[in-house]
């Protein structure tokens, strides 16, 4: 069977090495959508199809994302070269394997570090011609390391050298300084290479892919969109510092009133009421020590004062904060519920937390704080707000309540009062509604 893949540029770079007799390791790694996982999927196709009987592995951190993921791009390579399941190969799920017809075998691995198989022994009685992992940046650099020790099926009778071709998007890990980092300083060893991707060298994406990555936070965009492998991982709060300070100088159009409050639920928590003009936060109170009762009192006498509708009340739900809502009859924020319309995130507060901070870098949200004590506390509070997992290509995720106690010696009430107004922002009351 004759195959003539159509490739882009960094395609063809990357199968140049895969061909070549001095590489041995090969990373295709940078921006989403620069055609990696086709390259690698396309790659381990050919040479099944080209040397009779080898054994070549696909592998990803879970096999579960690995047969959603990449196997869809695996079959779609197939269907483009008229390569037929039942004609040309079989699939077992049950075994995880694809052999093709003339007896070549690709196995698909779960490459994650498991406490209980610390040295990979689940991978020491394979013999394999080629490997091709995709997401590397998922995986331990041990696990890269002993796949490599077992390519060695079948190649002295074929004449080839053994390949192991990585993709990932950028990452601060072993990727970066075993790869790109010497690439740039022009210090990678010959047997390795770097291929950079970009959504720009793929001519077949959609027009609509990169301008749903343009819309990302910063971050993801500067890894997703534009490859940068020099992202600032250290610095990984949300919030622009000098546009979170300027918030609090901030005057924005009077609009509805609202009312948002997270009530305490045990310890030292504290209960803090927050009263909305439009996005200006323009009063806080704060109870220390309070019952269901007094809190919703608090929150009717602050409502029939300034006119505030009810639908236009909300309260954390979680804790006792169910009974206040239950008193007052008016909404409820769960902080681990589903994120609203569509959205890649981890729960509702997450998502609220992201728009937050970008309407803040904005300068779309304004806080009018005359106490200077609960000024500094939501100053300091709002800072703490941090991605967490950055490396990772799963659904966007900020630090814990936890975790940010630790650091700054208590829970962040106010914040989490003032987070929970992106609310209405998102469910559609805005013009953050996401369609």
Known sequence: M????????????AFKYLYDNKTSEVLFGGAAGGGKSWTGCAWIIILCLQYKGIRCLIGRSKLTNLKKTTMNTFFEVCKQWNINSGEHFTFNAGSSTVTFYNGSEVYLKDLYHYPSDPNYD???????TAVFVDECNQ?????????????RYKLDEYGILPKILLTCN?????VYTEFYRPSRMNKLPEYRKFVQSLVTDNPFISKHYEEQLEKLDEISKQRLLHGNWEYDDSDDRLMDYDKLVESFNTKLPEGEKYITADIARFGNDKTVIVLWNGLNAINFWTMDTNTVTEAANKIKEIQM???????NIIVDEDGIGGGVKDILRCKG???????????????????CYYLLSDMINKEEVGFDIRDIEV?????QELEQVRRKNIDKDAKLQIIGKDEIKDTIGRSPDYADAVMMRMFYEIRGDGKYYIQ
């Open 333 to 351: 924020f769960i902080n681990n519920g589903r994120p609203l319309q569509k959205g890649n995130y981890r729960n509702l507060k997450t998502q």
């Open 139 to 151: 995986i331990t650099e041990k696990a890269k390391q002993v796949l490599t020790s077992r390519i």
């Open 375 to 379: 000024k500094k506390k939501l100053l």
């Open 170 to 174: 950028p990452s601060k890990n072993w």
């Open 122 to 128: 689940s991978l020491g009685s394979l013999e394999l």
């Open 305 to 311: 004062l300034n006119e505030v509708i009810l639908r």
């Open 2 to 13: 004759e195959i003539t893949p159509t490739l882009t540029s960094k395609q063809k770079t």
